[in-house]
């Protein structure tokens, strides 16, 4: 099958290389839009205790802001990488998981323990919730319960799962519907609630404030 480089217009060009500028001279900062990253970095507090599903340079970033965090990973070698960070830092305050699941699915199981780990969180206990990694539509689910009022919900590459404007490639058009009927139901979860969503002409990233 041939790849299709329509969307390589000048935009994404200027786009890709301001992304690419900012990720060289912010090496730690999470693989979120920047917008996104400068948000959390002002809204998160030492007290806070926090779920991510898709571990990384977030996992760190995340633990050197918050008393507490789980994070569950799918990828066994990168679960093993991101482990030695840890320990390499003296990070203790992460429950870190590893569970295989299959990140090109869209749609998981809700019983599947990649995403069962996270439900294993007391309900309305976590101050943000990180859906990234796999299964991410059974993730979303798990996260509207898991979230407490006045914390949440970030979604990362959100424009391929629900409809919005955006100019990031593979974007969901507003006009259409989510990609599976549990984004459908996070949507309709969510629609009353605050959000702020980013662009940065590649990818987006969603945060959703639970009232």
């Given amino acids: 099958m041939k790849r299709s480089f ?11 290389t301001a992304l690419a500028l900012y990720e060289r001279f912010h090496p730690n900062a ?8 400068d948000f959390l ?3 998160l507090r030492p007290n806070d205790s926090g779920l991510e599903w898709g571990s990384g340079r977030s996992t760190v970033w995340f633990a050197h802001r918050v008393s507490r965090l789980m994070s569950i990973e799918h990828n066994k070698s990168w679960h093993d990488v991101v482990k030695s960070m840890l ?3 003296s990070l ?3 429950d870190y998981r590893y569970h295989a699941a299959d990140p090109a699915r869209e749609t998981g199981s809700l019983t599947h323990p990649y995403v069962t780990a996270g439900a294993q969180l007391p ?6 919730v990180l859906v990234d990694g796999a299964y991410r539509d ?3 689910a798990i996260a509207l319960s898991r979230v407490k009022p006045g914390g949440i919900i970030i979604v990362d590459n959100v424009n391929w799962f629900l409809p919005h404007a955006s100019r990031s490639p593979s974007s969901i058009l ?3 519907k989510p990609v599976t009927p549990l984004w459908q139901e996070f949507q309709h979860m969510v629609e009353n609630w605050r959000s702020y969503w980013t662009s940065n002409g590649v990818t987006d990233t969603a945060i959703f404030f639970k009232p």
């Fill in 123 to 128: 309900a309305e206990s976590a101050d943000f």
């Fill in 138 to 140: 059974c993730c979303a």
């Fill in 174 to 176: 507003q006009d259409k």
């Fill in 30 to 37: 999470p693989w979120l839009t920047r917008q996104a990253v």
């Fill in 41 to 43: 970095a002002n809204w």
């Fill in 6 to 16: 329509r969307h390589w217009t000048f935009r994404y060009i200027a786009d890709r």
């Fill in 87 to 89: 320990a390499a830092r």
């Fill in 92 to 94: 203790g305050n992460v």
